[in-house]
T-cell receptor, first 113, second 115 residues
Framework: DQQVKQNSPSLSVQEGRISILNCDYT??????FLWYKKYPAEGPTFLIS?????DKNEDGRFTVFLNKSAKHLSLHIVPSQPGDSAVYFC????????????FGKGTLLTVNP | SQTIHQWPATLVQPVGSPLSLECTVE??????LYWYRQAAGRGLQLLFY??????ISSEVPQNLSASRPQDRQFILSSKKLLLSDSGFYLC??????????????FGQGTRLTVV
């Protein structure tokens, strides 16, 4: 049972354009959502997060949107840069879960110069 | 500042051999500790997590085990490796009572290939 889904395994965009990475979840007990970025042969690094009481969080070029009714969140990267090319994981944490994170399968973003 | 160390970076082991991966965290006390695995073409799967010394919770049945002999040390083990154990293993930590802004911090990972 996959509770966090990233249905696009890959995405390719041109440098300078917007990258939109999508994530859907099924567990209504999730109260906190995170995005991680991962380069090959490295551990994931935390990128940005959003609490379920908000619908938007912005940090520089990165913005995360949360639509609770649709159980959907998205990560927007504007403008996209070649260095943004990596695998992006969506993760969610449930209430009372001892802060365990449930991850999606990831989306490989390629930003072409 | 907090740091997490995970070793070895790469490992090639024959089927049926034992496994021991070690992870240590510095700069924090009583962290939550996690072992994740990323198999080829798959996402990050939580294998074990620990909220304290000697306290281990298993998320998926398998031939792996975990131990936490010290507050900031987390060990992933197997008595006999299977081919299906190949993957990228990641150790992570988080603050226990970090509230709604808690995130997990990952080590650099171990690439395990079982041959």
């Amino acid at each position: 049972d996959q509770q966090v889904k990233q249905n696009s395994p890959s995405l390719s965009v041109q440098e300078g354009r917007i990258s939109i990475l999508n994530c859907d979840y099924t567990n209504s007990m999730f109260d906190y959502f995170l995005w991680y970025k991962k380069y090959p042969a490295e551990g994931p690094t935390f990128l940005i997060s959003i609490s379920s009481i908000k619908d938007k969080n912005e940090d520089g070029r990165f913005t995360v949107f949360l639509n609770k009714s649709a159980k959907h969140l998205s990560l927007h990267i504007v403008p996209s840069q070649p260095g943004d090319s990596a695998v992006y994981f969506c993760a969610a944490r449930g209430r009372g879960s001892n802060y365990k994170l449930t991850f999606g399968k990831g989306t490989l973003l390629t930003v072409n110069p | 500042s907090q740091t997490i160390h995970q070793w070895p970076a790469t490992l090639v082991q024959p089927v049926g051999s034992p496994l021991s991966l070690e992870c240590t965290v510095e700069g924090t006390s009583n962290p939550n500790l996690y072992w994740y695995r990323q198999a080829a073409g798959r996402g990050l799967q939580l294998l074990f997590y620990s909220v304290g010394i000697g306290q281990i919770s298993s998320e998926v049945p398998q031939n792996l085990s975990a131990s936490r002999p010290q507050d900031r040390q987390f060990i992933l083990s197997s008595k006999k490796l299977l081919l299906s154990d190949s993957g990228f293993y990641l150790c992570a930590w988080s603050v226990v009572a970090g509230g709604p802004t808690t995130e997990a911090f990952f080590g650099q990972g171990t690439r395990l290939t079982v041959v």
